[in-house]
């Protein structure tokens, strides 16, 4: 399985903030990237899909790059209902679809 | 607007068969992948599989042996069946649309389903 790892695991921030956090893949899945935002009690919604187009809907402070197997997502201005744990997910042709293992957003 | 609403058992007894259904409302079948995924505090988020119209499947490798997914166009429903469950099988369950290419959205609600005597 191809193993997806998410730094840091929380984070801690101000409102306003620029808040960046990464996801690691144990090997190349091109840009067959997909972060999720999960506020808790609830489902995960989509953020961003091949690893940097916004979904519709999504604010533009979510921002996201990467290809390969090092990826980013950017909060740019943390607000009060960002408040979430933030998941990437690989589904490159290697099954089975892997997801990280979160990190933890909060306000400082 | 594609929404889902998802049902089964909230409580299963190890071994026996755990059954949950998805209903698509606002939006075809046709398109799309079905995907099941589940969430657990032991191993966080876990991809199950999927189905598309035509009844083709992708499963997760360490669940295929036990795993059928299935699809009622006639209902605009998709289905999972996962068999001799055991308490490592709780969790809760969702079901989402999604494509390789462009991830999954939405998602059900989610269904906790606990494995328990």
């Known amino acids: 399985d191809i193993q997806m790892t998410q730094s840091p695991s929380s984070l801690s921030a101000s409102v306003g903030d620029r808040v960046t956090m990464t996801c690691r893949a144990s090997?190349?899945?091109?840009?067959?990237l997909n972060w999720y935002q999960q506020k808790p009690g609830k489902a995960p919604t989509l953020l961003i899909y091949a690893a940097s187009i916004l979904q519709t809907g999504v604010p533009s402070r979510f921002s996201a790059s990467g290809a390969g197997t090092d990826f980013t997502l950017i909060i740019s201005g943390l607000q009060p209902e960002d408040v979430a744990t933030y998941y990437c997910?690989?589904?490159?042709?290697?099954?089975?679809?892997?997801f990280g293992q979160g990190t933890k957003v909060e306000i400082k | 607007q594609v929404q889902l609403q998802q049902w089964g058992a909230g409580l299963v007894k190890p071994s026996e068969t755990l059954s949950l259904t998805c209903a698509v409302y606002g939006g075809s079948l046709s398109r799309y992948l079905w995907t099941w995924i589940r969430q657990s505090p032991g191993k966080g988020l876990e991809w199950i599989g999927e189905i598309n119209l035509g009844g083709s499947t992708k499963y997760n490798p360490s669940l295929k042996s036990r795993l059928t997914l299935s699809i009622d166009t006639s209902k605009n429903q998709f289905s999972l069946n996962l068999t001799s469950v055991t308490a490592a099988d709780t969790a809760v369950y969702y079901c989402a649309r999604g494509l390789q290419t462009v991830g999954a959205s939405p998602w059900g609600p989610g269904t906790l389903v606990t494995v328990s005597s």
């Open positions: 090997q190349s899945i091109s840009s067959y």
């Open positions: 997910q690989q589904t490159s042709r290697s099954l089975p679809y892997t």
